[in-house]
Structure formats: structure tokens, C-alpha cells
């Protein structure tokens, strides 16, 4: 399973708003089949790996695969009646499907079909492989993300606002690598007015490349300016993909030039607060976006947490401290009577980069 495991990631981002998926065939104890699902529309994991071996199994052959085997005829067929189909009389699976409408029925069908089914091996690391399908899923709405580069008195900034950088390469790299999975990214006006960031993806080895970019700014202060020093998200070879979250009060003028340029505005009716963020959610879901993930700043990173629309947070953090009651705080407004009160990662995931130490987790907001 570890190795259908690492199939499933060469498909890194690639799949949305399908999940991640690797399968692999054994015979007499080796691998003799291997696949994983590439993108979404293509064949199945499970497909993918019956065609690389290119005729029937041999008896007692088995297949491992990350995810529970689809029930039901989409697009490309389902895969149960492709591993009956086969004569493949042995699976094994690691998560079952998330949905509920389906979770279990590809291995009932199995199973009656007279396929011996073992599930729930490495089902963790399944389930972990697909953070923002599993959530889309269930919830019908995108995954959201916060991530923090801490220090360990919990400041993203010092009081100069200088804030590059705290953590070392290594993190810096690994933030990377999570944003080429999340179809989208998004940080505050503050954040591109005080960096002018790219908020492209750069990964060794791999040619830059761009997701949708959100950018929440009510009053389109970004674009004030004149057009010539715009900042680079609405200049670049990838304006076409920067998205403004705005609202109808923001200058009409700049929604038309920034328009004009090639940027695309959403136009809400709330500025801030739980009623933004819950019409940013629907608008991402009616443009089948299913993960944003938020670098903040401070600012966007709190608003979002008082409104609890932060579902997952990724906190890289340094051992260095400021000391510094200025600094700037990776997160405020919260005014807990007790600890049992503040709020709370589940489903923890730890790793270590470098010096640096990334804690990762599920929010659950006020619950001990």
C-alpha cells in the first residue's frame, strides 16, 4: 500500500476535483502492474494498472488500492465490474469512498461477486492523500486552508513588518509543494501591497507554473494606483487567473480597468465576516474550485478563523522568538476565558524541515 501510495502522488494537483489514486497488481509476492489515476476524465487507477499488465492475472493475483474501487458508471465506467471483469479474485483497499452516498458499495459489489476484500490497510495515509476530495465530497464546498510561518512566540512578522525569512528553505519548499495541490490561493490587499508576491508555484525541477489566484480586497486598494505600478498578480503572464474578491462599494472605475486588463473581480455583498466568507465558498463551489489555500496575512488569517471558515491549518514553525509584544501575530480577535475555550487541531499530522517544525490539523473550533 505504501507503494500504491506513491503512485497515487505522481498526480500531485493534477486531479481535482477527482481524488488521488494509485493501484498496483501482485503476483507470487511481486509487482507486476502499476498505475495511478493522472487527471481528471482519464482512467481510473484500477484500469490503468489491469491495461499495464496487459492480460489476465494469474491466480491468486491481487490488487492494492488507495481508494475503494467506484460503483457506479461515470465517465470512464466502473471499476468494480473492470476487476471482476478481470478474474482478479483478491483486493485489497485502503480508505473507503468519503461519500456517503457511496461509501461501502464498491465493496459490497465485490464481495458479492465472490472477491475476497480486505480494507482499511494504511487507511490514515489514504485518507490524508486526499484532504480536499474527501472534504469537497462530503461538504459540497472547497477545502480551506490557512498557512502560518511562525515563530515560537506564534508572530509571522516583526514590528517592521519584515517577515523574510523565518523559516529556512527546506519549509519554504514544502509550502510549495502544498500549493501545487490546492487548485487555488489566496491572500489579503495588505499582504500584496506590503510584498507584491507572485504567488506562483516554484518547485525545483519544475517550470514555474500558476493556480487561480484570489485576492480579498473590498475596496480594490491594490489597483488604486496608476496602471503602470500595479503589483504583479494583475501584470504578469498569469493575470488571467487572478480573481478579486470585491465588493459593490469598491471604485467603479478600477473594477473596469482592472476588467479591462484582463483580471477577473467577484463582486459581493459582504465586505467581512461570516457572510463574506460564506459567499465566497458558494462562488468557489458554483466554479468547481475545490481548495483555497490562505497565506494570509494576519488580517485575512483572523477574519476567516472568527468566522470559522478555516477547515485545515498548516503552522511551519522556526525556533527563533522576537519577544516582541509589537510583532506581528499570526493570528487575533479571539478573547478565550480559558485554554478550553482557544481552538483546537484534530487529526494531527507532524513533520520536520530543516530546523523548522510543520504541525498540521483539522480545526475544531471551542471544543477541549
Known amino acids: 500500500m505504501g507503494r ?43 484500469r490503468v494498472a489491469l491495461a499495464a499488465l496487459g492480460r489476465a492475472p494469474k491466480p491468486g493475483a491481487v490488487l492494492f488500492v488507495t481508494l475503494e474501487p467506484c460503483s457506479t458508471h461515470g465517465r470512464t465506467g466502473a471499476c468494480c465490474d473492470a476487476i471482476v471483469s478481470a478474474g482478479l479474485r483478491q483486493v485489497v483497499v485502503g480508505a473507503t469512498d468519503p461519500n456517503p452516498a457511496h461509501a461501502g458499495r464498491g465493496l459490497e459489489r465485490l464481495r458479492a461477486q465472490g472477491v475476497s476484500v480486505r480494507s482499511g490497510v494504511a ?4 485518507r490524508d492523500l486526499n484532504l480536499i476530495f474527501n472534504h469537497w465530497i462530503v461538504k459540497k464546498r472547497p477545502f480551506i486552508a490557512g498557512k502560518v510561518a511562525m515563530t515560537l512566540d506564534g508572530k509571522i512578522a516583526c514590528r517592521t513588518g519584515d517577515s523574510q525569512w523565518i ?15 490546492f487548485p487555488s490561493i489566496m491572500v489579503g490587499a495588505g499582504t500584496v501591497l506590503a510584498d507584491n508576491p507572485s504567488l506562483t508555484l516554484r518547485l525545483n525541477g519544475e517550470p514555474e507554473d500558476c493556480g487561480r489566484r484570489f485576492i480579498f480586497d473590498t475596496t480594490l486598494r491594490t489597483a488604486a494606483m496608476n496602471t503602470a505600478d ?23 472605475g478600477t473594477r473596469r480597468r482592472l476588467e479591462a486588463a484582463g483580471v477577473e473581480l467577484w463582486v459581493q455583498e459582504a465586505g467581512r465576516g461570516p457572510a463574506a466568507w460564506a459567499q465566497f465558498s458558494s462562488a468557489c463551489a458554483a466554479a468547481n474550485i475545490s481548495g483555497v489555500y490562505v497565506e494570509g496575512g494576519s488580517q485575512l488569517l483572523s477574519s476567516a478563523l472568527a468566522a470559522q471558515a478555516l477547515d485545515y491549518l498548516f503552522c511551519y514553525q522556526a525556533p527563533v522568538f522576537f519577544a516582541d509584544s509589537e510583532a506581528m501575530a499570526a493570528f487575533t480577535g479571539q478573547v478565550p476565558g480559558s485554554p478550553s475555550e482557544g481552538m483546537r487541531l484534530v487529526d494531527l499530522r507532524r513533520d520536520n524541515w530543516g530546523d523548522d517544525a510543520l504541525v498540521r490539523g483539522r480545526l475544531n473550533y471551542h471544543k477541549a
Open 230 to 252: 500595479w503589483p504583479r498578480v494583475y501584470s504578469d503572464r498569469w493575470k488571467a487567473r487572478t480573481i478579486v474578491v470585491t465588493t459593490s462599494a469598491a471604485d467603479a
Open 4 to 46: 500504491a501510495l506513491e503512485l497515487a502522488r505522481r498526480a500531485w494537483g493534477r486531479t481535482h476535483p477527482n481524488p488521488m489514486v494509485g493501484a498496483l497488481i501482485v503476483e507470487g509476492g511481486e509487482v507486476v502492474a502499476e498505475g495511478f489515476h493522472a487527471q481528471d476524465g482519464g482512467p481510473h487507477a484500477e
Open 167 to 181: 523559516t529556512g528553505e527546506a519549509a519554504r519548499a514544502d509550502g510549495h509543494r502544498w500549493r501545487k495541490l
Open 123 to 126: 487507511e490514515a495515509e489514504c
